[in-house]
C-alpha cells in the first residue's frame, strides 16, 4: 500500500514532476503523492521568507499542521548574475503578475539586454523541504548553473526554462524531455536527495 504525502502546491507540473522523481528513486507505487487541489478551502499560505529554503519550510509546516500528512514543498527559482541574484525568491512574480510565465521570462530579457555574452551567468535553484506530523523538519537544495539566452528556445517545461542553457548542455531545460531534465535540473537534485529522506522518514 503506498504512503500518502502532501506536496504543498497547486501546480500540477510540479505534482506530476515529483511523482515522476520519486517514483524512480524508491520504486513505483512507493509514495501516493496529493497536492493542495485536492483539499476544499485550503487557503493561499504567504510566502514571507526572504530566501528558497525560508518559503519551502513555511508552506510545508502549513500543509503538515492543517493535513496531518507528512508534507513536502520547495521553493525556487533563477538567479541572474547580472541582476545580483534577482529575481531570486520573487521569480514567479517578478513582473508583478504571479504565474505569469511569459512576462516574468520576457522582463528578465529585458533586463539584461545590455549585457555582453560572457556576463549572462545564473543559476535556477531549488530548497526543498519535508515537515512531518511529529515536528521534525529535513531541508535540502539543488542548483543548475548556466547561461541566460537571449531568445527563448524550445517548448517544453515550464517558467524560465527556455531561456536557460544548463552548463555542458546544447539544448536549453525548455529541448530537453521531462526525464532528461529530472536528471540535470535543480528540482531533480533536490527530489532526489530529499527522496533518501522520505525513505527513512515515511513508512
Known amino acids: 500500500m503506498s504512503s500518502k504525502l502532501l506536496l504543498a502546491t497547486a501546480n500540477k ?12 528513486a524508491l520504486g513505483a507505487e512507493r509514495i ?10 485550503y487557503p493561499d499560505v504567504p510566502e514571507t521568507g526572504l530566501t528558497f529554503g525560508e518559503n519551502a519550510l513555511i508552506k510545508a509546516r502549513e500543509g503538515a499542521r492543517r493535513t496531518g500528512l507528512p508534507t513536502v514543498a520547495d ?22 503578475e504571479h504565474g505569469n510565465d511569459l512576462a516574468n521570462l520576457e522582463l528578465v530579457l529585458a533586463q539584461i539586454s545590455d549585457v555582453g555574452d560572457g ?18 523538519e529535513h ?16 517548448e517544453g517545461g515550464f517558467g524560465y526554462d527556455p531561456i536557460f542553457l544548463g552548463d555542458g548542455q546544447s539544448r536549453t531545460n525548455a529541448e530537453l524531455s521531462p526525464a532528461e531534465k529530472d536528471v540535470i535540473s535543480h528540482r531533480g537534485k533536490a527530489f532526489r536527495e530529499l527522496a533518501k529522506v522520505i525513505a527513512k522518514e515515511v513508512p
Open 13 to 24: 507540473k510540479k505534482l506530476v514532476e515529483l511523482q515522476r522523481i520519486l517514483d524512480l
Open 139 to 154: 531541508l535540502v537544495e539543488g542548483k543548475q548553473r548556466g547561461t541566460i539566452l537571449r531568445a527563448q528556445r524550445g
Open 32 to 41: 501516493a503523492l496529493v497536492g493542495l487541489g485536492d483539499f476544499e478551502d
Open 75 to 96: 521553493d525556487s527559482g533563477i538567479a541572474v548574475d547580472a541582476l545580483n541574484g534577482m529575481p531570486g525568491v520573487f521569480s514567479a512574480r517578478w513582473s508583478g
Open 119 to 136: 556576463q549572462r551567468g545564473g543559476a535556477f535553484v531549488c530548497a526543498a523541504a519535508l515537515v512531518l506530523p511529529n515536528g521534525r
